[in-house]
Structure formats: C-alpha cells, structure tokens
C-alpha cells in the first residue's frame, strides 16, 4: 500500500497544476431522508441531540468526503446537531487502521478489502440498515450509484456505500497518434494503421514503436513497483478466456500456473523493455507514471480516471495532447475479452466496535447523495472521484476530467469484475502475486516460473487458513461475477 510520502507527492501535483473545485450543489432527496431519521431517532430518544459521529479518514479523503474548508462538516452539524470528530489515518490496508482505532464509527475501505473485514467482523453489514431506514442502493442512471452491487456488496451483504469510482483507463498522445509522419512510419513497420490498442499485443507494439529514450520520450510510464502488480496484472489475466478466467477452480486450486496465467504475466512484463529504467524501483507508483505522462516523457500510461484531471489540469503539458482510452483485451476465438477491475475506490464502511453505527450508515448516505456527493468529487487534493451517474453529466465535472475521458470511464464500468482474490487474507495472497510479478519484471525468473511459485504460495496459504473455510468465501465472491446491474451509458 502507498505510504504517506507518496500520497504528498500527489497531493503536491494537485495544489501545483490547480485543479478547480466544483461549486456548491444543494442536498437532495438522500441527504434530506437521511437528516429526517437522524432527528427522528433524537426526539425518539435513541441518541444524544449532541452525539459526535467519530470518522477516520485517509489524508485525501479529509478534503472531499468532509468538503473543502469542511463545509460538509459544518452542515452537517448544523443540520442534523450531531457533531463529526475527524482523524487521519495512515496510506494502509483497511484492517489494519480499523484494529488500531477500535472507537471509530466511520472509515473507508476499498473494496477487495471486504472479505478480511467481514471475517474478522470489524465493519457491519448494512444491509438491515438499508432496510430499517429505507434506502435503496439504486444503480440506475440519472443519478444512481454507478455499480452498487460491485463497490458496495460481497456476496448479499452490503459491507459499503460506494464513494469513490477506480477502475482503470488507458491515456495515449493523442497528437503523436494523429501525427501524419508517425502515421507513415508505423504503417510501414507494422503493416498496420497507427489506432488505439485493441488488444494487449496490439498496445506492446505500440509502445514499442514510440520508445524513444534517447528523445526523452519513453513508450510507456506503467506502474512495476512491487507493491500493487496486481491491479496492473489482473485485467490481462481476467481477460484470457471467455466470458472471463478464474483465479481459482472449484476446490480453491490455483488456475494461474497455466498458458493464460503465463501469458497475463509476459504481457505484464514486456512494457518493462519500454519504460524508464527505475520503472522497477519500490516507490515508483503513480506519482512518479502519471508525473512522466503529465511532462510528456511517455507515450502512454495506464491508471483510474484520477489520472484525466491532472493530465488536464493547467499546467500539465500534455493538457489537450492526450486520450483516454479502454483498456484492451485479448482475442479468444473470434472475439475480443476485455475486463477491467476497481483497482483502489475508497468507500464507506461502519465499523462494528463504533458507538454510533446508525448515525455513521445515515452520515454516509447524507455524503453520497446525488447532490453533495458533487461537491466531494474532483475536490482540490482530494482523491473522490465520479461514483454516481449524474456525475458524469455535470458541467464542472466534465470540465474538469474531460467530457471524453469520462465517456470512456462510463463505459469500462460495463465490463469491471470484482477486484482480488474474494478470500480472507486476500493481502496475503496478493503481496505474494506482487513479489512474483516483481521477480519476472526484474529478470529473476521467466513468466513460467513466476506463476509456478505464486501457486505453490497460494496453496500454501490456502492450507494455512484451511480450505474448507475459505470455499464458502470463494463462491460468494464469484456471485459477484454473475450480478446484474445497469448497463453503462
């Protein structure tokens, strides 16, 4: 997980290139229904008309969960009289931040997080909340949440209120893709026309053609650091086979030592050829890729919908030279698999040890409402972004990641599948992939190798934890490759 140095980097690129903040919205329907139960449950004498709602935020979520100068805070208060008290926890797993502050109500977690939190028992499931209060997690367009069932569920409990939207999309040069002699020269290289990657093959080439180090110009500014290869990995494996590939088989036998597991971990590490040579360095996260991409050093990057405000952002120079793209797939058969994943998203979760849990679930939905949640994406140094469908339809939002960056972000949502591995100790798994990923990138060992050992660690710490514990885990996680819900605009 990304340590809070790397979190000030980011933040330091969001005061330096001055993203605008999005104007003030009035709350709507949500956020009045929420206010109604609170004073409900006061006159009923449930709560204290002074209770203080304890919430421990990251550093970037301070600022658009809680609104710029706390504006949201402060109308909160006055409105409901129930008083927020705010803490800062550390860039780390979930888990961890919820066993250290055992008297918080509120946090955020992402969501592949889900099942360590549920088996440990440190957040509540919603789901009665949801019903006693009656709200509805709608996933509908205007103004539904783009894929409750994904952000928010493992299996039917509802373990978040989504708050933020994280799957990843592809950013290219647009104006070396459009230009006349870069057209030519790939045309006669690759018997082709230069276009956008459709599959993941069709993306190495085009990386390769325009790594240029001795230009200044990389073919790419992809994230290979250790921590977190996974994210980066995942969508080539997903999309091996169709409708999609399985991590695991029907007993909780690891499928990625296999043709499909070595041919996601090949295309993982062919981008090293074409990238900066510390692309490998712990560290090296998105701070330092979307920094290269934002000063024109790399030909392509790959990142959440976050990287579109900052390449558009007023000082970036590649500001109108760029695109956001899909992310390609692989061809099987006669088709093209695309699958894409939430790679971080923080969301609301109501630990179970807090004192205030309803106050916390009423606080979360006043949050995300259709019309305060407006003022929480695209915040100055804040890290919230687009998460419902009227989002993506607001002017200063659009203005702000680009009415094309967006479109496509709405649209890679139809094809997003759950993050991680579904079982408890999911970190454990995944930290295991990461070394793995690491070594092949490094050298150290082939994709073969790589996808050999990571199954022999996964087997290992699936005997660890015992398989018949972990099963039930697995089929409830793969419920959520089967939900339905809108489809995408």
């Known amino acids: 997980m990304m340590e809070n140095h790397r979190f000030w980097r ?11 903040l999005p104007a003030r919205a009035l709350a ?25 709602i304890k919430v421990a935020f990251k550093s970037g979520n301070i ?5 710029p100068e706390l504006e949201l805070q402060r109308e909160w208060e006055q409105r409901s009289g129930i008083r927020i008290s705010a803490r800062v926890i550390p860039q780390q797993p979930a888990l961890l931040n919820l066993k250290a502050n055992p008297d918080i109500d509120l946090t955020v977690a992402r969501t592949n ?4 939190l549920l088996d440990q028992a440190l957040v509540e499931d919603l789901t009665p909340l949801l019903k006693q209060f009656g709200f509805q997690l709608d996933g509908a367009p205007p103004q539904g949440y783009i894929r409750p069932r994904l952000q928010g569920f493992f299996g039917d409990k509802l373990v978040a209120i989504p708050a933020d939207g994280d799957v990843i999309v592809m950013y290219l040069r647009r104006d070396l893709l459009e230009d006349p002699a870069e057209k030519a020269a790939f045309r006669q290289a690759y018997g082709r026309e230069l276009a956008v990657p459709a599959t993941w093959s069709d993306y190495d080439q085009l990386v390769s053609f325009f790594n240029r180090p001795e230009k200044g110009l990389y073919g790419v500014a992809e994230q290979r650091e250790r921590a977190g290869g996974w994210m980066f990995w995942l969508p080539r494996y997903l999309s091996q086979t169709a409708p999609y590939r399985k ?10 030592d296999s043709p499909a597991g070595i041919a996601a971990t090949e295309s993982y590490v062919r981008t090293v050829r074409h990238s900066p040579p510390d692309i490998l360095n712990d560290g090296k996260d998105y701070s330092y890729t979307l920094s290269l991409f934002m000063q024109g050093k790399a030909f392509a ?9 900052l390449l558009n952002s007023a000082g970036s120079t ?3 030279k760029f695109i956001a793209v899909p992310i390609p797939g692989n061809r099987v058969g006669d088709r093209i698999v695309r699958q894409n994943v939430p790679i971080y998203g923080n969301n609301l979760v109501v630990s179970s040890r807090g004192t205030q849990r309803k106050l916390a679930f009423l606080l979360s939905m006043w949050l995300t409402d259709p019309d305060n949640s407006l003022r929480t994406v695209g915040v100055k140094g804040g890290f919230t972004d687009p998460f419902r469908w009227n989002h993506l339809d607001d002017a200063r939002i659009r203005d702000l990641y ?14 997003a599948l759950p993050p991680g591995t579904g079982l408890p100790g999911d970190g454990d798994y995944l930290n295991a992939l990461d070394q793995r990923l690491w070594e092949a990138a490094s050298g150290k060992v082939s994709a073969a190798e790589a996808m050999k050992r990571t199954a022999q660690d996964w087997e290992k710490i699936t005997q660890r934890r015992g398989r018949e514990k972990q099963l039930p885990w697995l089929r409830q996680f793969e419920t959520g490759f089967a939900a339905s819900e809108p489809a995408a605009k």
């Open 318 to 320: 590649v500001r109108g």
């Open 63 to 67: 600022a658009a969960l809680l609104g």
């Open 10 to 20: 980011v933040v330091g690129l969001l005061a330096v290139f001055g993203l605008a």
């Open 301 to 309: 990057s790959v990142f959440t919908i976050a990287g579109a405000k």
């Open 247 to 256: 991590l695991f088989d029907d007993r909780l036998r690891p499928l990625i």
């Open 402 to 415: 680009t009415a094309d960056a967006l479109a496509v972000f709405s649209k890679e949502w139809a094809i």
């Open 113 to 116: 997080e889900f099942p360590d």
């Open 28 to 52: 709507g329907e949500q956020a009045e229904h929420a206010l109604a139960a609170v004073k409900k449950m006061i006159a009923a004498g449930e709560v204290r008309p002074d209770a203080t």
